[in-house]
């Protein structure tokens, strides 16, 4: 059964920046992993996702050269980087896997996620 847990959230001001991390269990060998957010009011969206096998990485436009999501060296820690925040990434941040999906998903296996919150 894999498992993921996120850390690395709070409150920042516009402009700074963040990592998250997504600590995994269970064997995720074979596992495209990602994040999605979900802002107050609003429904769950893509933010990026990573690819096992080679690495390839996409990104939602709205995070395209701010955030980057990227793998330890042992693919069972998953980060988010995040620069340049804005207050419109104010949201709860998930942590993502599966083994059959494609990089933007469907995804079986989530975190509890996160809260980021950034003040204007």
């Known amino acids: 059964q894999v498992q993921l847990v996120e850390s690395g959230g709070g409150l920042v001001q516009t402009g700074a920046s963040l990592r998250l991390s997504c600590a995994t269990s269970?064997?995720?060998?074979?596992?495209?992993m990602g994040w999605f957010r979900q802002a107050p009011g609003k429904e769950r969206e893509f933010v990026t996702a990573?690819?096992?096998?080679?690495?390839?990485?996409v990104y939602e436009d709205s995070v395209k050269d701010r955030f980057t999501i990227a793998r330890d060296s042992a693919k069972t820690t998953l980060y988010l980087q995040m620069t340049s925040l804005k207050p419109e990434d104010t949201a709860v941040y998930y942590c993502?896997?599966?083994?059959?999906?494609?990089?933007?998903?469907?995804?079986?296996?989530w975190g509890q996620g996160t809260q980021v919150t950034v003040s204007s």
């Open positions: 993502v896997a599966d083994s059959a999906s494609g990089l933007w998903g469907p995804y079986r296996y």
């Open positions: 269970g064997d995720v060998s074979g596992y495209n």
């Open positions: 990573i690819s096992w096998a080679v690495g390839r990485t």
